[in-house]
């Protein structure tokens, strides 16, 4: 498998977001919020990912998108997990919720331990 994060894999279409966030569901391993919906895209993948933090949190745009990258990166490297154990196509938002910027290690640890809480979820 590439390790590679393309444009096919990320979700921007904003009717998909609007459903997301009406009909999605939640799981969250602080300081991630993973919310995801099943459904199907019109991407060769199995999943549409996004990444999000908040202005609230992050008032300066250069520490938003740090964040956002770090986040990114970890996903892009972990991904592997969630394809090889789902069936079915889904869209995902991942929001960093926390009021500080953790290291990259931490917010790796953090995405393997959502994405197995994610794959228990839907495999009961």
């Known amino acids: 498998m590439r390790f590679t994060y393309t444009k096919q ?25 993973m919310i995801y919906l099943k459904k199907e895209h019109l991407g060769d993948f199995p999943i549409q990912a996004s990444v999000s933090v908040s202005k609230r949190n992050f008032k300066r745009a250069v520490d938003r998108n740090r964040i956002k990258r770090l986040m990114r990166e970890a996903y892009r490297l972990n991904k592997h997990f969630l394809y090889e154990n789902l069936e079915d196509k889904y869209i995902i938002m991942f929001i960093y919720l926390s009021k500080k910027e953790e290291s990259f290690p931490y917010i790796e640890k953090k995405f393997k331990q959502l994405m197995q809480s994610f794959l228990d979820k839907i495999n009961e």
């Open 9 to 33: 894999e990320k979700l921007k279409k904003r009717k998909l977001l609007k459903e997301l966030f009406e009909n999605g569901k939640a799981r969250t391993v602080f300081p991630i919020r």
